[in-house]
């Protein structure tokens, strides 16, 4: 069975950090592309970050970028979110997906569908 399962979220004070982890199992992961997406009450779905499983090249929307970082160890089949300076603007449920290389990791953060969800993970910033 293919699952991809969110862990790491939680409440954090403005400023603070988290790392996200998201756990591959029934599949390769390193044969995939893999995105971290999030989703707000009220708010469109945002992609986060991505990391190209062709070259590991990394994308970062412009909200996160040089706060958060996306890396992946093929060895655990796990893929991480290393969330820095978190800001009450990130609340969300964090979802992790996996699809097939895509040709660029920007089209894999743009891409309105993918082979693989998790179920989310909630992260709250708030004082």
């Known amino acids: 069975q293919v699952q991809l399962v969110e862990s790491g979220g939680g409440l954090v004070q403005p400023g603070g950090s988290l790392r996200l982890s998201c756990a591959a199992s029934?599949?390769?992961?390193?044969?995939?592309?893999i995105g971290w997406f999030r989703q707000a009450p009220g708010k469109e779905r945002e992609g986060v970050s991505c990391?190209?499983?062709?070259?590991?090249?990394?994308y970062a929307a412009d909200s996160v970028k040089g706060r958060f970082t996306i890396s992946r160890d093929n060895a655990k089949n796990t893929v991480y979110l290393q969330m820095n300076s978190l800001k009450p603007e990130d609340t969300a449920v964090y979802y992790c997906?996996?699809?097939?290389?895509?040709?660029?990791?920007?089209?894999?953060?743009?891409?309105?569908?993918?082979?693989?969800w998790g179920q989310g993970t909630q992260v709250t910033v708030s004082s």
């Open positions: 990391i190209s499983v062709s070259d590991g090249s990394t």
């Open positions: 029934g599949f390769t992961s390193e044969n995939y592309d």
């Open positions: 997906v996996a699809d097939v290389p895509h040709p660029s990791v920007q089209a894999m953060c743009a891409s309105p569908r993918y082979d693989f």
